[in-house]
Every structure is written in structure tokens, then in C-alpha cells.
């Protein structure tokens, strides 16, 4: 099976830009999860989507949002970019939280670069 | 509040000793404690995970270790190789809610 996509892998962007992140799931993988990854914040949990509904969110500003579709596939959206959005996006995979093996299995990330 | 609070944050270990990560959590309903492995440029990826009603779980030279009354569970690499040089997260989460993470543990394995 094909492990989680997420393009693009690395963007650069100025300042009050907005920002569209896409991930695919592995094939058959019903949740999808974004984390954001920062050296001095570690990951940081931003939304969970499962069966395209919004079913977690972390605590960060109205900024952040995502969707997902319903092949399962998921874009993450941040709108008026700021310098300390400047991470590596993560997103992550399972077959059905809760389900006995629901293990997360993440993408690559994409690396945003905010200047 | 940190739901999830690791220990070392950095770590180094000489070639065949063996590596411990620490973790700590707060919340008894998490039922399910995943350890995730992750290269610089890389996502994370599991490692080994355990849940709540055994106390230790081994896969190769990987062993969980689980005490549930304290709550507290923990990585042992033994054996540790250059190639394990990497950062280590652990995690936990409950029955359809998110995962919390800890804050990372950046092991050196010097040859």
C-alpha cells in the first residue's frame, strides 16, 4: 500500500498570504489528522477529520482550518500568514480511531517557510 | 496543559548501551501508548505501541514498559546502534480523540 502524500512538500510565502496543504490518506484510511511541527513546540495537534467531518480540534487560532473530501483526502488551509507559522505541517493517517489497531501513520510533511 | 510530558529531552548513548525514554501522563482513560521514530526530513513513524492491560511489550531490540498505577511508560532501545540516532516521541490517546505527544527526545548513539 501506498503510505500518506502530502504535496507540497516545501513553500515559501510572505507574510499575510494564505496557504492551501493537501494529504492523502493511505487507501482505506478514514481519519485524517494535522499536526504542526516546531523545534521548540514538538507537535502540536491542529484538527482531526473523520468521514469529512471536523471530530477533534487543537487550540489554535481561526486561521487554521481544513476540510476533507470524501475520498478521504484532506487540505489544510492558513489564511494572513504569519513569521511563526513557519513549520513542518504534518498529516496523519488511521484506519478508524478507536478501531483496535489505530495506529497513526504520517506523511513526510510539508515544509512552510513564512517571510 | 501538557498531557503528555517526556523525559530526556536530548540523549546520548555510546554503541551497544542501552536507551531509556521516559514518559508521563496524566489522563487514565488514554488506551493506547504508541512510540514513534523520526529521521531529520522525515514524518514520524511507529515504532512500537502498547495499550493498558499488559505491562511490557518487546519487538526486537524495542521494549515498552507500562505501569499503569504510576502512570508511566517507557522506551528501552537495548543495544543501541548508530542507526538509532534519531528523535523519539511517545504519544497516547483514547477512543476516538486525538493523539497527544510528548516533546521529543533527541537520542546520539556514538559508535
Known amino acids: 500500500k501506498a503510505g500518506v502524500t502530502q504535496t507540497p512538500r516545501y513553500l515559501i510565502k510572505t507574510r499575510g498570504q494564505q496557504v492551501t496543504l493537501s494529504c492523502s490518506p493511505i487507501s482505506g484510511h478514514r481519519s485524517v489528522s494535522w499536526y504542526q511541527q516546531t523545534p521548540g513546540q514538538g507537535l502540536q495537534f491542529l484538527f482531526e477529520?473523520?468521514?469529512?467531518?471536523?471530530?477533534n480540534k487543537g487550540n489554535f487560532p481561526g486561521r487554521f482550518s481544513g476540510r476533507q473530501f470524501s475520498n478521504s483526502r484532506s487540505e489544510m488551509n492558513v489564511s494572513t500568514l504569519e513569521l511563526g507559522d513557519s513549520a513542518l505541517y504534518l498529516c496523519?493517517?488511521?484506519?478508524?480511531?478507536?478501531?483496535?489497531?489505530?495506529?497513526?501513520?504520517f506523511g513526510p510533511g510539508t515544509r512552510l517557510t513564512v517571510l | 496543559q501538557q498531557q503528555v510530558k517526556q523525559s530526556p529531552q536530548s540523549l546520548i548513548v555510546q554503541k551497544g548501551g542501552i536507551s531509556i525514554i521516559n514518559c508521563a501522563y496524566e489522563?487514565?482513560?488514554?488506551?493506547?501508548f504508541p512510540w514513534y521514530q523520526q529521521f531529520p526530513g522525515k514524518g514520524p513513524a511507529l515504532l512500537i505501541a502498547i495499550r493498558p492491560d499488559v505491562s511490557e511489550k518487546k519487538e526486537g531490540r524495542f521494549t515498552i514498559s507500562f505501569n499503569k498505577s504510576a502512570k508511566q511508560f517507557s522506551l528501552h532501545i537495548m543495544d543501541s546502534q548508530p542507526g538509532d540516532s534519531a528523535t523519539y516521541f511517545c504519544a497516547a490517546s483514547m477512543y476516538g480523540n486525538q493523539f497527544y505527544f510528548g516533546t521529543g527526545t533527541s537520542l546520539t548513539v556514538i559508535p
Open positions: 489522563n487514565t482513560a488514554f488506551d493506547y
Open positions: 477529520y473523520f468521514s469529512e467531518t471536523q471530530r
Open positions: 496523519a493517517s488511521s484506519l478508524d480511531p478507536g478501531h483496535d489497531t489505530d495506529t497513526q501513520y
